[in-house]
């Protein structure tokens, strides 16, 4: 999604090798992410000689927490049983958690990840 961001223009695709290169990760296993990201709403994809994938968001818009619920949604809502003794109280404390992390995902832009750091020159 940073690489994605980075090359955000509202039209361009980028290319799944290229995406795999640049994030040095196996292009069979970030197609499966991408996948979870185009029926997350997030991203567009296109096939073909030309095809690629694009943002359907602008980075601005886009937050870890949306990231999250596309790819991971079982991080924000863990499966917690309140049998036994101590169960509803660690049920209530990993709810205080996941709102707290939740909170925190809302708060970082996709288009802030997606800033290059800036060169200094001596």
């Given at each position: 999604m940073v690489q994605l961001a980075r090359q955000y223009d509202g039209q361009?695709?980028?290319?799944?090798?290229?995406?795999a290169q640049l994030e040095e990760v196996s292009a069979n296993f970030l197609v499966q992410i991408l996948n979870d990201l185009k029926r997350g709403g997030l991203i567009t994809s296109r096939?073909?000689?030309?095809?690629?994938?694009?943002?359907?968001?602008?980075?601005?818009?886009?937050?870890?927490?949306?990231?999250?619920?596309?790819?991971?949604?079982?991080?924000?809502?863990?499966?917690?049983?309140?049998?036994?003794?101590?169960?509803?109280?660690?049920?209530?404390?990993?709810?205080?958690?996941?709102?707290?992390?939740?909170?925190?995902?809302?708060?970082i832009s996709l288009d802030s990840l997606s800033m290059q750091s800036p060169m200094f020159y001596i």
């Open positions: 361009s695709l980028t290319r799944l090798e290229e995406l096939r073909g000689k030309a095809g690629g994938y694009l943002l359907q968001i602008a980075p601005h818009e886009i937050t870890l927490l949306n990231i999250t619920r596309a790819v991971e949604p079982g991080m924000l809502v863990p499966e917690i049983s309140h049998n036994g003794q101590s169960g509803r109280r660690v049920c209530q404390a990993w709810k205080q958690v996941s709102l707290s992390l939740e909170k925190e995902l809302q708060s």
